[in-house]
């Protein structure tokens, strides 16, 4: 009786900071895996031992057909794009061109070649604005900022292109990522990172002069915006909870990532300041475009579905691993 043959996945994106997390999680798992990224905000380093490497543009179709054909990549992890909200609404142009224009090309490609899920790296922004109640699937969607629009642009693609083709697919609705692997093998590095507890770190390193806390007039406990942290290794076993899904013949789905509870930007700061035994500088600053005062995940669903419970949750440890690796990195 032959062996069953090695899956080989494809992950655009996976030199940044999820889809090394996500690489490392599918290596694991023992798929055969795959980066793709143009290292325009990824780096090489964040690459995984064992992954094979490929640069280039996830919207070149003759690339991506090539790439597929000749690995025989049956699954594909689209998690590059551009993500900062205030920026999109300076250059929209760009949003769209990267995550909405170039995903059409990525999956148009995969599914002519051959691939037969795909899962998609989405977000909270398509929902617009949120609620400190947290907030199921069903929730209507009305994005407040051009990435939240480009993503669910994207989304619409995916479905219409897997009705047509036959192509199973998982879009995973992230809500605010944070921390870093455990074993210190993956973290996040940026060039200009805007996430809380990233610019913290850097503040705390000395990389950074202060940390900005942008408004804390909202409709909130503390007036400061209400976000749901999820570990991101815990989103990266999500990613291979739902590969294993499709791979076994489920159907497609869209769910909500996160873990339900919503911590303030301030009660984020105190409880880092509770780590490191000292306050950080802070600057009270004006509210930037297309924050929602609150956002939190229903997240029932998923787990339900994927039989899947978190294994880093809880904000404390969150934080401790994020300034683990930024003290090493």
Partial sequence: MKAPRMRTAIVTGGAGYIGSHVALACLQAGLRVVVLDDLSTGFRRLV???????????????LVRGLVRETGASDLLHLAGSVVVPESFREPARYWRNNALASLALFEAAVEAGVTSILFSSTAAVYGEGA????DEARPVSPASPYGRSKLAAEHILGDLARASGVRYAILRYFNVAGADPQGRAGQLSRESTHLIKVACEVAAGRRAVLPIFGVDYPTRDGAAVRDYIHVSDLADLHVRALDHLSDGGESFIANCGYGQGATVLEVVEAFERLLARPLPTEITARRPGD???????????QRLLAWSPSHAGLDHILRTAWRWEQGC
């Fill in 48 to 62: 995984p031992d064992g992954v094979r490497f490929v640069e280039g543009d996830v919207g070149d179709r003759a």
């Fill in 132 to 135: 400190d109640a947290p907030m």
């Fill in 292 to 302: 929602p005062a609150a956002i939190v995940a229903d997240s029932r669903y998923v």
